[in-house]
């Protein structure tokens, strides 16, 4: 049977009021399909704060002094004469700030050590993970 042949019976079942013929049943509700949004990966326990409400505190005042270091440096910054005679100080001072962000953020979390991991400053993970103290 050629194409033709195939496509004049489907019109003549067609007008004969066969719907069988036709594949697609438009009345019908489509088929559910799988959504393709993912749920979101559970949090680290590292991002988790910790129900210690003094190790909470601690990491309030840690960030509280981070923000102050901050501002001082920016106030010390925008002094050309300050930035050409101390740029090694004022370096300094935005190293202490980000070291106490980190700090913080241990302090702060459910599961230190995870946190400690999550330490993007090389020489503050390292003496954090050092095998000896001392």
């Not at 002094?65 to 925008?78: I, Q, T, W, Y």
């Amino acid at each position: 049977m050629s194409f033709w042949d195939k496509a004049a019976a489907e019109v003549a079942a067609k007008k004969a009021g066969r719907g069988d013929v036709i594949k697609g049943d438009f009345g019908a509700e489509p088929p559910a399909r799988r959504s393709i949004r993912r749920d979101a990966p559970p949090t680290p326990l590292a991002l988790i704060p910790t129900e210690d409400r003094l190790r909470l505190r601690l990491a309030e005042e840690l960030e509280y002094a981070r923000r102050m270091l901050a501002v001082m440096g920016d106030e010390l910054s925008s002094d050309g004469l300050i930035v050409s005679k101390h740029p090694t100080a004022l370096q300094s001072i935005d190293i202490v700030s980000q070291m106490l962000g980190h700090v913080a953020g241990v302090v702060r979390s459910s599961d230190p050590e995870a946190a400690v991991e999550r330490i993007g400053m090389v020489e503050l993970k390292a003496r954090l993970t050092r095998k000896s103290i001392g």
